[in-house]
């Protein structure tokens, strides 16, 4: 089984200001894929600790996808940390800027422009259908924008060459219950079907009390199997069933 | 200068069904304690990657925040990871039975229920008036619930004990431009004010390319002349200033 990590790089998701949501994308897109994300972290715009996280994660994960950091400002720095950590030089792409030139004109291809063409050696270009400016593939890591927009549509065009296995599936029971009064039965349950994942996850409503109990795995029927035995189980508790996904 | 990082919990997050909202919060409520999140990790359920994540970050950070995994469940295994990273034992705390017995009753307090009572040995409890059962502080690390409002309540309870600095403070001027057509004005502008961190941050609209330029740091005064900079830096470049804030 294949499995990925994701490195966010970003000074604006660290301050709050913006809200990352690179990560439920890649995640949710992955598992559909049959590859789950085991692993999420976020860093400065700094070549160290780009350079760390990466390869933390590339040694690690079968697929590491990194968001940001590849546009032409000063602060966009991640092609070069991705060279630093494999070793190789960064070095002016003719592809890239072909199709940066086809975008912007070659007369508005300024030094800053031309930065986004440096890419590492060896590396493979991933297209950018929105807005030009490619990505890459060094190894096993994907090099992509942080824009959400472009980082969606550069994965459109990464699905058939990832190693893909069964989606990782997921049935969601949700409870008129607190979690206290069924964490017993659902450990029971969670030893009984050891090749599924059983989470529990409780929210505090003006309804009151609820439980949103998800099991997620490979094999839909054994899923289907889960699902009835948690309604079963929400009956003896004298729970209801909120809804069912 | 004390910095901090945080340490999601919770398969929930990396399946991509539930969508992260703590790092935001945390991020937001630190940098006005002057208080600058300098990376994030989002871990599994899993005792090793939990342990991994928390030593990786409490020996590098002032302070670490966790969230999620302290609940009643089998899937909450936070409290005994962080008692296995700091190699103290688990232990029944009386106080946090006091308090789960005041919220459910007595009767109510069956074995899952009491697991949320079994707190790292010299942890000192952090409160929850949410729900009661509450996190725990463990040298530098702070211990929260992973449901948002329980976790936002925890950290009301904590401002007081953070060692707090001066606030991070921001200022944004969106513009109408392509970012490549302003990357060397804002470079410079950077090398000129080594003090401040100046971030672009790019987005495609039905309007329009628009860049949103950041300047942040502790000097309200100094901003405000990279923000007049900023400005002027557009009027040169023919660029529209859309926003201020």
Redesign the interface.
């Known amino acids: 089984m294949t499995d990925a990590a994701i490195l966010?790089i970003g000074?604006?998701?660290?301050?709050?200001?913006?809200?990352?949501?690179n990560?439920?994308?890649?995640?949710?897109?992955?598992?559909a894929l049959g590859v789950?994300?085991?692993?999420?972290?976020?860093?400065?715009?700094e070549p160290a600790?780009i350079v760390a996280g990466l390869d933390a994660l590339r040694h690690r994960y079968g697929y590491v996808f990194t968001s940001g950091g590849i546009?032409?400002?000063?602060?966009d720095i991640t092609s070069a940390a991705v060279a630093a950590a494999f070793g190789v030089r960064l070095e002016r792409n003719a592809e890239a800027v072909r199709r940066l030139a086809a975008r912007?004109g070659a007369e508005?291809l300024?030094?800053?422009?031309l930065?986004?063409a440096e890419i590492p050696a060896g590396a493979r270009l991933i297209d950018n259908p929105?807005?030009q400016a490619p990505g890459f593939r060094l190894g096993n890591v994907f090099v992509l924008a942080?824009?959400p927009?472009?980082l969606q549509a550069m994965f459109e065009t990464l699905r058939d060459e990832l190693r893909a296995g069964p989606p990782?599936l997921?049935r969601?029971v949700t409870l008129a219950v607190?979690?206290?009064?069924i964490?017993?039965r659902?450990?029971a349950l969670?030893d009984a079907h050891p090749d599924s994942?059983?989470?529990?996850?409780?929210?505090?409503g003006a309804e009151g009390p609820r439980v949103a109990v998800?099991a997620?795995g490979r094999d839909a029927a054994a899923l289907d199997r889960i699902a009835a035995e948690i309604r079963a189980l929400a009956a003896a508790a004298g729970a209801d069933v909120i809804a069912t996904d």
């Open positions: 966010v000074n604006e998701i660290l301050s709050g200001r913006t809200h990352d949501v990560v439920p994308y890649l995640a949710t897109q992955l598992a789950p994300v085991a692993e999420v972290r976020i860093v400065r715009d600790a546009g032409p400002t000063h602060d912007h508005a300024n030094p800053a422009r930065k986004m929105l807005s942080g824009v927009s472009v990782l997921s969601a607190r979690e206290g009064d964490a017993e659902l450990a969670q994942e059983i989470g529990s996850y409780p929210s505090f998800v997620r």
